[in-house]
């Protein structure tokens, strides 16, 4: 399919999307298409010399747009009975309450990562390769493998959806504790789920407006690109506004058009990476689980390992892969989101983590290859709705 027939066909599910969901910007069916249509927009207003996306890109984001929105759809346009029930205030006193208490770790991390991380290196510089994995010497764990780092979140989801005036300085703390693992671990993703995550759950309470959004995505670009320039001062002389929108808004889609089809080792080893990873750890299989960090591509101007959300399925079992986990995913968002839509906490919270998700796919496939992680998410989003008997969080 040709780029502009793409157009079309993203055009015509944005609208249907939109008419299901009733106008909701965060409904999947309106957000994947929207997305889609954002990013191959950008490659013609972002300056670059990446040679032109071939009709194999064409037909693979064709393929996954429609199946999953009107998976999506069809899943939304179903009426369900609604999750009741607020939250023990008792139990998320005690996420707050772990997520204080847990904070230094990443002051001890920091410090860690300064002193033994190559001194030549920026300090900022320094903290970010101990995050990934740099650092064997250093002792204390990675923020982002210890369970701490869900708490750190969980807590700001429950201070901001439950927020009042008397909830005031938690709230403030759990947003300190939240930037302060940012910061420390120098993601920008993690500044843009704590934006997504809020945008979604003040959307869901009616809070703010699509206006809020607009504002504060622009006030999120700039601190991204200053974010990136600390990142990097002193260790290259390349720094460029171009080459990074390049890298972190167009490039996976051309590094998505260097992929072969149907070439993994192993049946389903990347889409499945999960049971892989159970069966090996169980010594039920001698199959190591493939990595989350995939390989490079070192060829400047891409230097890139991420292959959007069509990676695993297009490795795994080709175009025929797209379309399946396509419409299977697409049901899974499309019942979440209506589920919140009956303004559950325990959905709108649930739902909010997914929008981060469902956003993200341009970049890469995070739903099946961050199982294990959403699993502990959703396993302590719903313990503080377990306790029916235990006083709520919800304000008479």
Not at 224 to 249: C, D, E, P
Not at 267 to 274: L, M, S
Request: contains cysteine; glycine residues 6%.
């Amino acid at each position: 399919m040709c780029e502009g027939g793409v157009f079309i066909v993203l055009t015509v599910c944005l609208v249907m999307g939109l008419i299901v969901s009733k106008y909701n910007i965060t409904a999947p069916s309106v957000l994947t298409p929207l997305i889609w249509i954002g990013m191959l927009t950008m490659t013609h207003l972002i300056p670059h010399t990446l040679p032109p996306l071939t009709s194999n890109f064409y037909d693979s984001i064709t393929i996954w747009v429609v199946t999953f929105c009107f998976a999506s759809m069809l899943m939304q346009s179903l009426k369900y009975k609604p999750t009741v029930g607020e939250a023990s205030k008792t139990a998320v006193n005690v996420y707050f309450i772990i997520s204080v208490l847990s904070a230094p770790i990443l002051i001890i991390f920091a410090i860690s990562a300064i002193l033994l991380v190559d001194p030549n290196l920026p300090i900022l510089m320094r903290m970010r390769y101990a995050a990934v994995g740099a650092v064997p010497e250093y002792g204390f764990g990675k923020p982002f493998s210890t369970i701490f780092m869900v708490f750190w979140q969980i807590s700001y989801y429950f201070e901001l959806y439950y927020y009042d005036s008397t909830r005031k300085s938690r709230l403030i703390i759990a947003i300190a504790i939240y930037m302060l693992f940012a910061f420390v671990i120098m993601a920008k993703a993690v500044l843009l789920q704590f934006f997504i995550v809020s945008c979604a759950i003040l959307l869901a309470k009616g809070a703010i407006k699509l206006k809020h959004i607009l504002y504060g995505a622009g006030v999120l670009a700039v601190i991204f690109i200053i974010f990136q320039f600390f990142r990097q001062s002193g260790t290259t002389s390349n720094y460029n506004v171009n080459k990074l929108m390049t890298l972190y808004i167009i490039g996976h889609m051309y590094a998505f058009d260097t992929l072969t089809p149907c070439t993994a080792v192993h049946w389903g080893e990347n889409t499945f990476r999960f049971i892989y990873a159970i069966t090996y750890k169980l010594h039920l299989s001698g199959i190591e689980p493939i990595s989350t960090l995939l390989p490079f591509i070192e060829e400047d101007p891409l230097e890139t390992n991420t292959y959007t959300t069509l990676y695993p399925f297009f490795i795994d079992f080709g175009n025929k892969g797209i379309a399946i986990f396509g419409a299977v995913l697409g049901a899974l968002y499309g019942y979440i989101f209506k589920k919140q839509s009956y303004k559950s906490p325990l959905m709108v919270m649930i739902y909010a983590y997914c929008v981060y998700l469902i956003i993200m796919q341009f970049i890469a496939e995070q739903t099946f290859t961050n199982f294990s992680l959403h699993l502990k998410f959703i396993i302590l989003f719903c313990i503080p709705f377990m306790f029916p008997t235990t006083k709520s969080c919800q304000q008479p």
